[in-house]
């Protein structure tokens, strides 16, 4: 691997000890104050009156929430950072929603679901192995540093699934079908990776 | 259950090509073979990569620098030439403010530099000269849209193609000289005498899109994100399908 002539880069956010400030996954850089938009079709307009979250597939009570129903369950706040799979990583977001638990809690998840994808009100979809949607470690999210999720960052509703790339917390959020096999969302069918762990540096299939 | 879960929703727009991972999946070594000013604050850089799968309008890959130390920083560009057996691709960057990888470009680089890439990457944003396109960029996110202009020029493609671009004057409207009949630019601070100052409006897109071609457009849209959900707006309004508008924003 060569070095690059004359190239230095920034201050090393990483790496040497003693250095404080968070951890950045490999390959990604702090965006500091922007908040990037990065989603490939029209924005829609999505009231929170218009806005349904249903889960369905393999569970045994398929339901659809609306928003004040929604807002009636218990719920928690995420603080900390997402990551951008085109490299940048915001640090401490302060998301609050619902954990996706509640909801699978009361469709009652099949024994043989294993994976989900997740749908938007506009089509989008995104593939997730049901595992990285329970633990306390995805919500259905509403708002971010305390106001109600801008049109163009996925309000009135979100998926977040922090841990990993940002293009699985799918945006204007309608459902999650549950399967029991994996199958590519609109992404993951243009050559991204099926997981997406910024960790490993799961950005495109085959890595 | 193995059929296939489609979602109760429109848009899922399909990706234009099938995508392999496998040559995406490859660091490969670049050297500059040229630079070329294109505006006060936009350079084409010219890479040698004998390695390259070829790729399609479009696309974009990742590029990495490497410091002495081991320290990396990588960014996604887009590609700004057209497909071509030349061995040779081309991308343009803007000089970001205190960018790490666009200020080494610009105050470093030289002919006989080496950096690594990686790619081509993604086929939602790809144009494979197929069907009608009506491009809309602002700034530097003309750099994909000028690759499938390039191709529909060299290939002679019959399928039509409309570019509309946005830039501050005519001094920062990248690739100005190559601009053709397809081109409609528009000027938002300055311009020539007799042309209009002023952003995109819906008196560009409307007219265009009302006289829309056999099969309709496929409509790509490329720049900030303001000027992205701006253009898709006028779009929109002007009667373009939802389910047939492309967006990339920067970021």
Partial sequence: MNVTRGFTGRARPQGASGASGPVLPPGQYDARDDWPVLSAEVTPMLTAEEWTFRIDGLVTRPRTWDWAQAQELPGSVYEGAVHCVTGWSKFGMRFSGVPLDVFLAEVRPDPSATHAVAYSHTGYTANLPLADLTGGRAWIAFTQDGRPLAPEHGGPARLLVPHLYFWKSAKWIAGLQLLDHDQPGFWERNGYHARGNPWEEQRYSGD | ?251
């Fill in chain 2, 1 to 251: 259950m193995t059929e296939t879960f489609t979602p109760p929703t429109r848009f899922a727009v399909p990706g234009r090509i099938e995508v392999g991972g496998r040559a995406a999946s490859v660091w490969q070594t670049a050297t500059i073979s040229g630079i070329r000013r294109e505006t006060p604050r936009a350079t084409s850089f010219r890479l040698a990569v004998p390695g390259w799968a070829g790729h399609l309008p479009g696309q974009h890959l990742m590029l990495r620098l490497r410091a002495a130390d081991g320290y990396t920083a990588q960014r996604h560009y887009s590609l700004a030439s057209a497909p071509d057996d030349t061995g040779h691709i081309e991308l343009t960057l803007d000089h970001v403010e205190g960018g790490e990888v666009s200020g080494w470009f610009h105050t470093v680089a030289e002919v006989g530099d080496r950096v690594e890439v990686r790619g081509p990457l993604s086929g939602f944003f790809a144009w494979p000269g197929d069907r009608p396109a009506l491009l809309l960029g602002a700034g530097s996110g003309v750099v994909p849209l000028m690759s499938m202009v390039r191709h529909h020029r060299a290939r002679a493609l019959a399928a039509p193609l409309r570019l509309l671009v946005s830039a501050r004057s005519p001094r920062e409207l990248i690739y100005a000289r190559e601009y053709g009949a397809e081109t409609t630019p528009v000027f938002t601070r300055s311009a020539p005498p007799g042309v209009p100052i002023g952003r995109l409006t819906a008196a560009h897109v409307a007219p265009v899109v009302a006289d829309a071609p056999d099969g309709g457009w496929e409509a790509y849209v490329c720049g900030s994100n303001a000027f992205a959900e701006h253009a898709a707006r006028l779009l929109v309004g002007a009667g373009q399908p939802v389910d047939r508008i492309r967006i990339e924003r920067f970021g």
